[in-house]
């Protein structure tokens, strides 16, 4: 819920430092939190002056460790968190932008992966961007980063959109913190996030629908279906092309997010990276009362076999994540509602 002026007094700061008291596990969760908060800061500065600052969301002129064409800002945005993250003692750091791990203090408690700037393709047209990461235990003699999602510690994400927002999760409940650019800090304006149960809304890029998977298209043609159709109510199709944006509209207003795995050449696992992007995204939101699947596991039982590893996210409000899970496991399911929906086809391929 938002919160009156006296709860915005507190600060991201104030609550980290709550949050780790004496335990080292717990310091140098903080430490991590609070680093990327402040690297935050100084990328919410460099997007906001833009070219006024050179950044323009042009092509570095190389790819990223995962194929991705690098832009200016993924470079600069990598920079700045790792100078951020210097006096952290992590064990071992994944960026997007690095082929490999990165080995740090042998004794450091935790591990931490993130991608310095998601939606970075958003740049040149100014929207929404933000940046994802996620801190895990490092164990003693264990690869780093092959555990379950559901070993993280914390996780969270920043939103560079008309206000920079950080949301976050130390694995009790889900807070959401603005920055006050005067004081240069994050307050906090929402805690203990609920995702709203009933939302109209499901967010899916539909010009891959002659791609999909049938349990996807039965899913979108119920929706589409509208009050006649078997959910009994009109939805709303959002698609912004910023995982950082999904998630945050699904946290405040509910819904339900798909980047399904399809038929294209390179999409069969899907796309989203499953250590730095949908094990946090998944971990927030079910800290939120929501759930995150890839279709037919939830996401946090996964364990990546590699850092880059790609997989179908789909998450968002309960109900709908459910819906979906039920159609890829029981594919008859999708003639249960109502007889007149099934596979009827609201799109012709």
């Given amino acids: 819920m938002t919160q009156d002026l006296k709860t915005r007094d507190l600060t991201l700061f104030r609550h980290t430092n709550s949050f780790a008291g004496q335990d080292p596990v717990r310091l140098a969760v903080a430490a991590a939190v609070d680093a990327f908060a402040v690297a935050s800061i100084e990328i919410s500065e460099l997007i906001g002056r833009g070219a006024l600052a050179g950044i323009t969301g042009a092509a570095q002129g190389g790819e990223n460790a995962d194929g991705d064409v690098q832009k200016d800002l993924d470079v600069r945005a990598d920079q700045i968190i790792r100078a951020a993250l210097k006096a952290v003692p992590y064990a071992a750091l994944a960026s997007e932008e690095a082929e490999t791990h990165e080995v740090g203090d042998a004794s450091g408690p935790i591990s931490i992966a993130y991608d310095p700037l998601d939606g970075s393709s958003n740049i040149e047209t100014n929207m929404t961007v933000g ?35 950080l949301v976050l999760t130390l694995g009790d409940g889900v807070d959401i913190f603005t920055l006050d650019r005067a004081e240069r800090t994050y307050r906090l304006i929402r805690s203990r996030v609920q995702i709203p149960a009933e939302s109209a809304e499901y967010a899916i890029n539909a010009s891959n629908h002659r791609h999909w998977e049938q349990p996807v298209r039965d899913f979108v043609e119920e929706c589409l279906a509208g009050e006649e159709g078997p959910r009994n109510k009109n939805f709303n199709m959002r698609w912004i092309a910023s995982l950082v944006a999904e998630a945050y509209r699904i946290l405040i207003r509910g819904g339900v997010f798909l980047y399904p795995s399809d038929a294209r050449k390179g999409y069969g696992d899907g796309r989203l990276r499953l250590l730095y992007e949908a094990h946090p995204m998944a971990f927030i939101v079910e800290q939120a009362g929501g759930g995150a699947i890839t279709g037919r596991e939830r996401i946090l039982d996964l364990a990546p076999t590699s850092i880059h590893q790609r997989v179908p996210l789909i998450m968002g409000s309960i109900d709908k994540v459910q819906r979906i899970e039920l159609l890829h496991l029981d594919p008859a399911a999708a003639t249960k509602v109502d007889p007149l929906f099934a596979r009827r086809g609201l799109f012709r391929v």
């Fill in 131 to 165: 940046t994802i990461f996620s801190i895990m235990p490092a164990d003693t003699g264990e690869t780093p980063f092959t555990g379950r999602g559901s070993a993280q510690i914390a996780a969270g994400f920043v939103v560079y959109g008309p206000q920079t927002s």
